[in-house]
């Protein structure tokens, strides 16, 4: 598939592991879909869903590198550790995503544990969506499907976010 062009600006993201994709400019609740690679589709997806259905602004975010992204956040956790009379460092990904509103929903083709290993340098509210399981031969929609990180389930489980934050009504 095409992948869409390259946000100016979006190098050093690319390379430790996160880069803004889009920001909306939808009114309404707001909140910051994260995708990696062929599941980053299905959160395009899921984004224009929101905002289409529900009136939700939607900012995609694409992970390039999660293991980069841990990495430099237990190195940043280390260092703080060890040097605490000096001004604390902040994680790339923490810097990044503390300037956005709303809960954080991660999809992707990894088991959650993978994504998981964000969260503690994620500013909020972190859902991650993964594909834990045994192998199947299903077709890759039923797949999507069956793991939960389609387009539908992106869409539920940012809706069940908002309503938690008391964003949204649960109706």
Do not use: C
Request: proline share 5%.
């Amino acid at each position: 598939y095409m992948h869409p062009d390259m946000p100016e600006g979006a190098e050093e993201g690319i390379v430790r592991g996160v880069y803004r994709l889009r920001s909306s400019a939808a009114k309404g609740p707001r909140v910051q879909l994260l995708g990696a690679g062929a599941i980053l589709r299905e959160v395009k997806a899921a984004a224009d869903m929101l905002e289409r259905d529900f009136g939700v602004a939607a900012d995609i975010w694409s992970l390039t590198s999660v293991n980069e992204l841990a990495r430099d956040g237990n190195d940043t956790v280390r260092w703080n550790r060890l040097h605490p009379t000096d001004v604390p460092r902040v994680p790339y990904l923490t810097a990044h995503l503390s300037k956005s509103k709303g809960p954080f929903i991660a999809a992707t083709d990894y088991q959650k544990a993978h994504t998981d290993q964000l969260r503690e340098f994620v500013p909020g509210r972190f859902t991650v969506l993964g594909t834990d399981g045994f192998g199947r031969s299903d077709p890759r929609r039923q797949l999507r499907q069956h793991f939960e990180v389609s387009r539908e389930h992106i869409v539920l489980a940012t809706l069940t976010a908002l309503v938690e934050e008391g964003e949204l009504d649960v109706s």
